[in-house]
């Protein structure tokens, strides 16, 4: 049956192969696991049907079998029809030589290949549980074929998936042919690692059978040789005791092992966590460390070390066990079966991680000593039952305080905290931006920053920085590219200016520093004013000097100081919509006062289009008065009138009059004592040409 299960399936795959369309319930795969399964079966059948002292017959009754016209028929009934048999005693002779001949037949070498394929055929079409079921039982066809560390490495890649998926009692014979295979090949970091497991809480395997392998393990840690697993064959044990004896007395066995506790769920669990989710830079950073161990007898770990994000803060989290192993009680590394031992660090962060995240990068527990041979059991970040309870600790966190007494809440419900945050300390420093506003475009607009010390203590390296964050327009914040600050009027201008360093400022003394900003736009800015400083504080009776930064921001507001209306007019002072070419027409310039201060106008120009040009000779400004300028208080305006005329133009494009600029010499004001510049472009009217034109010359005259 074996042989027409493999034979239908090759005949299936070449199917597939000539078009034939398989699905995931209907493959090539099932018939290669029956193929498997009726062969596992034929060596049960064996073992049980065929005594392994049997002798071969000396008659040698299957000389003629591979003569036979028909599989199955038996040579010494050749030639006879009667169920009877011709002779008992070459029945039983010619049983006895099909017996022999099939204890001679290694079966888990004709099962391997069909679970093979079998496995294969169920990768390819996405079956990943009857995959791992298959690989199972490869492993432990391997271990009959007492090939120990193929079949060590088989059950290793699917021990995960059963343990995510809780199948303890899977994952118990599992562990328990994984340990068997460890022993016998002498694989030291495999039995220690499988031996952990199977001391823990999900193992389901009896509390001797647990007290066992912790005796086993510790007999390694002592260099001495294990006892051999239940249920391996006594010429493989042999082999195994001799390897732990050679490799025990060579030394070997004391290199050290990392096992990765993450993966496993072993005997003893980690929870570490920070007493709170941020910490003043001022005050020593607590971390709290629990070990539960669910062993069936107490154990003693060599050292215990946290490590953190940061590696110099590694030093103040480890313990190690300096007593003797004679005195547990005292102890401070001793585990008891059901309890928790705790353990509390402090220290105090450095300067440079103010103000920036903390993590607990893992923990390591060393078992045996750290002379000899050891095994460093590894968590990362905090440690815990993550496989196990994935959410119940997210859920239990939010109701268990960190800062609560963790030796009276259960085990399964204690929070995970792996991070925290360094705080900077609280700055004591009264700062404020002085200024008289608004501001006007284009106005360098003077800034006064007042740090006023506030401290106790005498603070020292003093610097201060302005930058513009953001303008508020609708409760929308926006980026304003259109600001530029400057130390000084004369210096180049940036988007952060730093003030001059400050060496040093007593308790109660004040200083001010000047800026100024200019905005080509109007709206409003948000101006960020910082101040960092360095204070000596008193961090656990020693002295530190601490970093501290104040931050504050202000709006200002920006506004027009002008608004200039134009118009177009002819000579009649009629409005106009479009110029006649070489006929004059009027520019009426209005400009309104919008400044909250008075405006002193000092003087205007107007800039003509290559197309436009002045009807008179000479244009003189109107809003000057004699040598003194005007003043313009807010809202009152002031007009100028233009006379100008249009140049000849081939095409009838519009053509801009000009450009009432306020540049330099062109239109000055002043206001507040400072010399600002503005302009505005005038209104684009269309130019027309007419075929003829007409221009009437009177004399001048006079009636009386």
């Not at 560390?149 to 014979?173: D, M, P, Q």
């Amino acid at each position: 049956m074996s042989k027409q299960f493999a034979v239908f399936g090759d005949l299936f795959e070449e199917a597939i192969r000539a078009g034939l369309t398989a699905i995931q319930t209907q493959h090539p795969g099932f018939y290669y696991q029956e193929a498997a399964r009726y062969a596992i079966a034929r060596k049960q059948l064996c073992r049980g049907l065929c005594p392994a002292e049997l002798k071969y017959p000396a008659s040698d009754p299957l000389a003629e079998a591979d003569k036979m016209e028909y599989y199955g028929q038996r040579p010494w009934r050749q030639g006879h029809q009667s169920l009877e048999a011709p002779s008992v005693q070459k029945e039983r002779e010619g049983i006895q030589a099909l017996q022999y001949r099939e204890c001679q037949v290694d079966h888990s070498w004709l099962v391997i290949p069909l679970l093979s394929s079998a496995i294969a055929q169920f990768k390819k079409y996405k079956s990943p549980r009857m995959k791992r079921y298959l690989v199972v039982q490869m492993g432990e066809e391997y271990y009959h074929a007492k090939d120990y560390s193929k079949a060590l490495a088989l059950l290793g890649r699917v021990t995960w998936e059963y343990r995510s998926e809780r199948w303890w009692s899977i994952l118990t014979n599992i562990l328990q042919l994984s340990l068997r295979c460890a022993y016998l090949v002498m694989s030291f970091e495999e039995y220690v690692t499988v031996s952990i497991e199977l001391m823990g809480r999900y193992a389901q395997v009896p509390r001797e059978e647990k007290i066992r392998i912790q005796m086993n393990l510790h007999k390694i840690f002592q260099d001495e040789v294990p006892e051999p697993e239940h249920g391996c064959e006594h010429d493989s044990v042999e082999k195994g005791r001799a390897l732990w004896t050679t490799i025990s007395a060579g030394g070997k066995s004391r290199s050290p092992i990392v096992v990765e506790m993450n993966s496993i769920t072993a005997f003893v669990e980690c929870k570490a966590c920070f007493t709170a989710d941020s910490f003043l830079c001022e005050s020593p950073v607590t971390v709290k460390l629990g070990l539960h161990s669910f062993a069936p007898m107490p154990i003693r770990f060599s050292q215990l070390s946290v490590r953190f994000s940061n590696e110099a803060y590694n030093q103040f989290g480890i313990v190690v066990d300096e007593n003797a192993v004679d005195d547990p009680i005292e102890s401070t590394s001793y585990l008891k079966p059901g309890q928790t031992l705790w353990h509390t660090f402090q220290f105090i962060v450095e300067q440079d991680d103010v103000d920036c995240n903390l993590s607990i990068a893992g923990v390591d527990l060393v078992l045996g000593s750290l002379e000899g041979c050891c095994a460093t059991l590894r968590w990362t970040d905090g440690g815990g039952d993550a496989i196990v309870h994935p959410f119940a600790t997210q859920v239990h966190r939010k109701k268990v305080a960190l800062n609560a007494d963790f030796s009276v809440v259960s085990w399964d419900v204690l929070p995970s905290n792996y991070s925290t945050h360094i705080s900077p300390r609280e700055a004591n420093l009264d700062v404020q931006l002085l200024q008289k506003g608004p501001a006007l475009v284009n106005e360098f607009y003077l800034m006064t920053v007042s740090i006023t010390n506030t401290e106790v203590a005498q603070i020292s390296n003093v610097r201060t920085s302005i930058s513009v964050v953001t303008a508020v327009a609708d409760a929308v914040a926006t980026a304003q590219p259109n600001t530029f600050l400057y130390e000084d009027i004369d210096l180049p201008c940036s988007q952060l200016i730093s003030m001059p360093l400050l060496e040093e400022l007593k308790p109660n003394q004040k200083v001010d520093n000047v800026a100024y900003v200019r905005c080509v736009d109007s709206g409003a800015r948000l101006m960020c004013i910082q101040v960092s400083y360095q204070i000596p504080i008193d961090i656990s009776g020693k002295m530190s000097m601490c970093n501290c930064m104040k931050e504050i921001t202000s709006s200002i507001e920006v506004c027009e100081p002008f608004n200039i209306t134009v118009s177009l007019t002819n000579m009649k002072f009629e409005k106009i919509e479009k110029v006649q070419l070489g006929e004059a027409f009027l520019s009426r310039m209005e400009v309104k006062c919008l400044s909250p201060w008075p405006v002193a106008l000092q003087g205007s120009s107007l800039n003509l289009a290559k197309l436009v040009k002045f009807a008179d000779e000479e244009s003189l400004s109107q809003l000057t008065d004699g040598m003194n300028a005007i003043l313009l208080y807010t809202c009152t305006s002031v007009n100028r009138w233009f006379t100008t005329s249009g140049v000849q133009h081939a095409n009838r494009t519009p053509v801009s009059s000009g450009c009432y600029a306020a540049l330099e010499n062109k239109m000055r004001f002043v206001t507040r004592g400072k010399n600002l510049l503005f302009f505005v472009t005038v209104i684009t009217a269309p130019l027309s040409r007419v075929p003829n034109q007409i221009i009437a010359i009177f004399n001048t005259f006079k009636q009386i």
